[in-house]
Each structure stands twice: as C-alpha cells, then as structure tokens.
C-alpha cells in the first residue's frame, strides 16, 4: 500500500503529459495559406491561350485558302510615299490538265488605308495565263514592277516564235483606280531572229480600268509572216 501511494502522483504527472501530448496542434490560417484541398478547388491562375490572329499587314495573309502564293512585290501604289503590295496568286491545283489548258492566276492591289493597313483595292484573274499557257518556254508569268503610282505586269510564252506582253496601269487619283496606259507586245523567232514589235496607248484600246481589263479584247498582237 505504501509503494502504490508513492508512485500514484507519478503516474498522475505521467499520465497528464501524454494526454496533453495528443492535443491537436493548431494550424494557422489566413488568405496566404491553403491546404491541399483547398488548393484543388482554386482555379487556374492563367487562362488557356488563344489563337494568333492573321496578321493583315502580311501580303500573304490576302492569298486565299487552297490557293498558292506566286508572287509578291512591294512597292507604292499610289504615289503617295507608302508601303503597299501586289500579290499574284494561283487557284487551287490545276495537276493534270493538258499543257495550255488552265484558269489564269490572280493579280491583287493591295493599298494602304488611312490607318496604315493593308486592302484590297483592285484585283483581276485575267491579265496572267496559267503556269502551263506558256508553251515551251515555261510558266508565262514574266514578273511586275511598281514605281511610284505605276504597275507593270509583264507575261511571255512559245516556243521557236517568243512572244511577250507588257501591261502598264497608273493610279488615277480622280477614281481610286489604275488605269491602263499603255501596252508593249512583240514576238521573235529564235531561230532567224526575225522580231516584230508594237506599242499601243489609250488612244487604241480606250478607257480601261485594272479590274476590268481583259487581254482578248485588245486589237490582235503582231505577228511574223
């Protein structure tokens, strides 16, 4: 009896500090802290990405989809100090037609507007062949130049007797459009070097804006006898 009353409040100190030991601790709280549940809950801190508009500034950005871009030229339109373009561009796949057979390609004027961005001013399907009109000289599309209010669309085919056609437009200020103005044709035989050429101005073809232009409709190109 004498032994359990001595280590009784032994036992009691004992027994006291374990109960105190398995008292939960406190946790902290607060808007800087959250626990993994709650970290599960949160949304995301970013938003998903979005896709990169087309960039209106890029020539290329005009050539529609299943076309293929031919050709891009800077230059300014019309003289007026800016940074404009034409595009030539091909329709969709013309694979397996005949030589000489095809839809021509498409010539676009594209002019600044007053903020500095690109449009679509004047387009036409006519003036370039398509890749398989030149004959055995190849794709007949010869280039385009602009300078200062000026385009120049040049195309060329055959094969002995070599043909080439030079379109001139200039802006008109008056019509926001290009006129045509003068037009440069000839052909020569690779063989005898026989040439033919002819120049023709408005006063032979008429009033003709760029959109509207049609080759066939000029008066017939000079030929060898």
């Known amino acids: 009896m004498h032994l359990t009353w001595r280590f009784a409040p032994l036992c009691s100190a004992l027994l006291l500090g374990c109960v105190a030991q398995e008292e939960p601790v406190a946790i902290p709280s607060g808007p800087d802290i959250a626990t993994t549940a709650d970290a599960s809950q ?8 979005t896709a990169t508009p087309p960039d209106v500034d890029d020539p290329a950005a005009f050539v529609p989809q299943g076309a293929t871009l031919v050709d891009t030229v800077q230059g300014d339109l019309t003289a007026r100090g800016s940074a404009d373009a034409l595009i030539v561009f091909s329709p969709a796949s013309t694979d397996g037609r005949a030589l000489g057979d095809g839809p021509a390609r498409t010539v676009v004027l594209l002019a600044r507007d007053a903020t500095g961005t690109l449009q679509n001013v004047a387009e036409n399907a006519r003036i370039v062949p398509c890749a398989r009109c030149g004959g055995m000289a190849g794709d007949p599309y010869a280039g385009a130049r602009i300078e200062a ?12 007797q070599r043909w080439f056609h030079d379109y001139v437009f200039r802006y008109a200020p008056e019509r926001a459009t290009w006129r045509l103005t003068n037009v440069a044709r000839g052909v020569t035989d690779t063989q005898t070097d026989l040439q033919t050429h002819e120049a023709l101005t408005a006063a032979d ?15 017939p190109a000079p030929v060898l006898d």
Not at 42 to 48: D, G, K, N, T
Not at 209 to 215: G, K, L, R, S
């Open 42 to 49: 949160m949304p995301a801190s970013h938003e998903p990405p």
């Open 149 to 160: 209010g000026t385009v120049t669309l040049a195309v060329a085919g055959g094969s002995r």
């Open 205 to 219: 073809f008429g009033d003709i804006d760029f959109a509207d232009f049609d080759p066939a409709r000029l008066p």
